[in-house]
């Protein structure tokens, strides 16, 4: 059961999620400023996944 609600899960949010997160983060990266909060964003999109260690 657990793993049939992470392939769901996986298909319908988390995929968009972690692109999201990867989108911003590699976009805050390119100003000298925004580089702190693009790293932040890029951990939390190797974080997003239903397999990641929580």
Do not use: D, E, H, Q
């Not at 990867?22 to 100003?31: E, P, Y």
């Amino acid at each position: 059961m657990k793993t049939i609600l992470n392939i769901i899960w996986l298909i319908l949010s988390g995929f968009w999620l972690f692109l999201g997160y990867l989108f911003a983060g590699l976009l805050l990266c390119i100003t000298i400023i925004g580089i702190p909060f693009g790293i932040v964003l890029l951990r939390a999109a190797s974080r997003s996944g239903p397999l990641a260690p929580r």
